[in-house]
């Protein structure tokens, strides 16, 4: 039996990588602009359309997809993601591309959000924080070996390549669960969105804390090429090479993350944002010095995978009724942190990403500690 679960999960996690491949295509955005003979601002709404797409569907498309069995759940969303992907790659309309792109990012909450709630459900006794973060795992890989290879394919021959590597790995996902994914039932026959939960002080305090970690944490990640090659003279191969090595530290805090949540979940939640604060704070000081800064870039990189956990984790212990609702928000803060951050600095210079990520996350150990120390919200693991 745990062989069997082990397996699942091992499924859903390579299937949550192969639907995550699609946010690659951020490294593509002038060969989107040359394929679709469009403005660069026109090819960046199409990129950003998937993420600002996930960020509001997932707040109730989870719940909607609940009650339907787990199986034909996931085969129909990637279903859709292989035919929306096959009329990406041959269309040349970006309106009509941007339609089907749009369209998959409405399933994409559900797909996730019903691989986290599964993966808790089949884990075995004591693992099942362990089981979530294999799927949050996948997510961190899909876009870590997805960004390099879409950027790669892209460069060197064109649009319509890259998005044909996107569409095999999506089908070869759709294939691995057709074949070898068992039947699952949903849990429920009826669809209720629990209100009371979503109007409790500890639900909206929680939230309200939670999103301003991605946001603070967003600015920097979204900012820190421009950072390192205007302030830390960092070019071309390097810069990739460094951005691939950031990117294996990420994954391995997304692990180590879960590992914390897991045997210190209050201590984990509340002293983060003061560790990651800290980190930009030093990356301000020491922003001339090379050596500091590719030594606490990584130790962002940890911080930064590690922050998939506490999110998932904190609104799924103040939604406990409906996990797929909480995970579901999860993704919807997460997607939507990325949105938002990127906006802020518009107009300031470079090193004020360091002064707005810092000041979110002191917003959010304020409200972290207040819901876990004062009003003493209830955590699955405590």
């Known amino acids: 039996m745990e ?66 069995e787990r199986k034909r759940t996931f085969i129909s969303i990637l279903a859709v993601f292989a035919i929306s992907n096959i009329v990406i790659i041959f269309t040349k309309s970006i309106y009509i591309a941007s339609f089907f792109r749009i369209l998959s990012a409405v399933f994409y909450p559900a797909f996730i959000s019903i691989a986290l709630t599964v993966c808790e459900d089949i884990a075995p006794n004591g693992q099942g924080q362990d089981y979530i973060t294999k799927i949050l795992l996948g997510i961190s ?30 089908f070869i996902t759709l294939i691995l669960i057709i074949l070898f994914f068992p039947r699952i039932e949903g849990k429920s026959k009826s669809y209720e969105m629990p209100f009371s939960s979503l109007r409790t002080k500890e639900f909206i305090l929680a939230t309200v804390g939670i999103i301003m970690m991605p946001i603070g944490a967003s600015i920097v990640y979204n900012y820190q090429p421009l950072f390192l090659q205007v302030v830390s003279h960092v070019y071309t191969y390097k810069l990739s090479i460094f951005l691939f090595i950031y990117g294996l530290f990420s ?17 984990t939640l509340i002293i983060f944002q003061l560790v990651c604060g800290g980190v930009f704070v030093l990356l301000y000081l020491f922003a001339n010095h090379l050596i500091p800064v590719i030594i606490l870039i990584l130790t962002f990189g940890v911080l ?15 939604v406990p009724e409906s996990p797929e609702l909480a995970n579901g928000i999860f993704l919807s803060i997460l997607n939507g942190g990325i ?7 518009d107009g300031f210079g470079i090193m004020s990403i360091f002064i707005f990520g810092a000041l979110f996350l002191l917003i959010a150990f304020i409200m972290m500690f207040y819901v876990i120390r004062i009003m003493k919200i209830p955590l699955k693991y405590s």
Do not use: H
Request: charged content about 5%; overall charge neutral; hydrophobic content about 50%.
């Open 339 to 345: 949105a938002i951050g990127g906006f802020l600095v």
């Open 3 to 68: 062989e069997s679960a082990f397996a699942q999960c091992y499924i859903l996690m390579i299937s949550t990588l192969g639907i995550n491949t699609p946010l690659s295509i951020v490294g593509i955005i002038s060969q989107i602009a040359e394929y679709f003979n469009t403005s660069i601002a026109i090819s960046g709404l199409y990129v950003s359309s998937f993420t600002f797409t996930i960020a509001i569907c997932g707040l109730f498309i989870p719940v909607l997809f609940s009650r339907y």
């Open 251 to 267: 994954i391995f805090g997304t692990w180590i993350g879960g590992k914390l949540i897991a045997k210190r979940d209050k201590a």
């Open 141 to 170: 890989v899909g876009s870590i070996i997805g960004l390099p290879i879409t950027t790669g394919l892209g460069t060197i021959f064109g649009y319509q390549v890259a998005m044909t590597w996107i569409f095999s790995i999506n």
């Open 304 to 318: 930064d995978g590690m922050g998939y956990n506490l999110i998932q984790y904190i609104e799924a212990s103040v």
